[in-house]
């Protein structure tokens, strides 16, 4: 049943409002795929925290407009075709990387020979930027993660405590060993 006009401009402006939301989107191209390879995809995202939904050209281009990216020469040439996207509000990366992982345990059922690519990033956006598809795996997917950062900010914190710690006990180490070789000595001869 088609929507009315109403119903159009409540629909674009949600759009809006998730691309208004998110730290990155990622535009698939989903193509060729079967309905429970993506069901599968859908599940991976939503337990990744990533909203996916399949959507028309046209309202993205709709929702885009008064916004830095509207009339972007890079994204209007990915939105063609079927387009699914994938909204991450936390992680920047996270998107890219269910996909990428996605693609690689459902190889066998994406690659198949003399056929393209199925299930391919088309571009992605991180702010107001514009990734394009091979940038989406090799750069948004590779980027650290929010827990990873957070690991990363933790052992930096950590590293001149346990550095002071170690100089605070070393010299009571070394004595100690140097008593326990004068004990061996004594013991051997």
């Not at 890219?96 to 059922?109: E, N, P, Y």
């Not at 590779?142 to 914190?157: D, I, Q, V």
Request: hydrophobic share 45%; net charge positive; charged share 30%.
């Amino acid at each position: 049943m088609p929507l009315n006009t109403e119903q159009k401009h409540a629909q674009v402006a949600e759009i809006r409002e998730a691309f208004e939301k998110s730290v990155s989107t990622v535009f698939v191209d989903f193509r060729g795929v079967d309905v429970e390879t993506i069901t599968a995809l859908r599940v991976a995202f939503r337990k990744a925290g990533i909203e996916y939904r399949v959507i028309k050209n046209n309202l993205i281009r709709k929702a885009l407009v008064g916004t830095p990216l509207e009339g972007n020469a890079k994204l209007d040439k990915s939105l063609a075709g079927m387009t699914g996207v994938a909204w991450s509000y936390e992680d920047p990366s996270a998107a890219a990387k269910v996909l990428r992982d996605f693609r690689k345990d459902k190889k066998d059922v994406l690659a198949k020979k003399d056929e393209p690519e199925k299930l391919v990033a088309k571009a992605a956006l991180l702010d107001v930027t514009v990734l394009d598809g091979s940038e989406v795996e090799t750069t948004l997917a590779s980027m650290p993660g929010k827990n990873e950062l957070r690991a990363m900010l933790l052992a930096t914190l950590l590293a001149p405590a346990q550095n002071l710690v170690a100089q605070l006990s070393a010299p009571g180490q070394n004595l100690a060993y140097a008593l326990d070789a004068y004990r061996r000595k004594q013991e051997g001869g």
